[in-house]
């Protein structure tokens, strides 16, 4: 079968494209920044300050070290009330999860999804104000 140089240029768009989709597994990182939380959510819960410290970003849980205190004692601290996830929004290497009374904020590492900011609540005039922030 002969197949003329425009059919030809369009099996190789339609190829790219294709490669390119199968590539940006979008469900994939919504689920992926879902279990991220949920696992923070549940070492919060259950008081597990060490696992609550592991699931932050580096900076994140270095801004938690004060006053002699470690990032596992303070983050059992701060009154962090978890809740179901509402929604998940991810751009590249930042995503969003909105739970049902606070916003956290996400960062992509090469061993997966951390929390870059945690409790935080958008302001009315301004950014959001987060208990947790690297």
């Known amino acids: 079968m002969i197949v003329n140089a425009q059919v030809w240029r369009g099996l190789i768009v339609a190829a790219i494209v294709l490669g390119v989709s199968a590539g940006c ?5 919504d689920d992926d920044v879902r279990t991220a939380v949920q696992n923070f959510e549940s070492s919060v819960r259950e008081h597990d300050g060490a696992a609550a410290c592991r699931a932050l970003s580096p900076k994140a849980a270095e801004s938690l070290e ?8 303070q983050i059992t601290d701060l009154g962090l009330r978890p809740g179901g996830i509402a929604a998940v929004q991810v751009w590249g290497e930042r995503a969003q999860a909105r739970l049902s009374d606070q916003t956290v904020f996400l960062v992509r590492f090469p061993d997966g999804w951390k929390i870059a900011a945690a ?3 958008r302001e009315p005039e ?7 922030q690297a």
């Open 66 to 73: 004060s006053g002699g205190k470690d990032c596992a004692a």
């Open 25 to 29: 597994d979008r469900a994939g990182d």
């Open 119 to 121: 409790g935080c609540q």
């Open 126 to 132: 301004g950014p959001y104000d987060c208990e947790v």
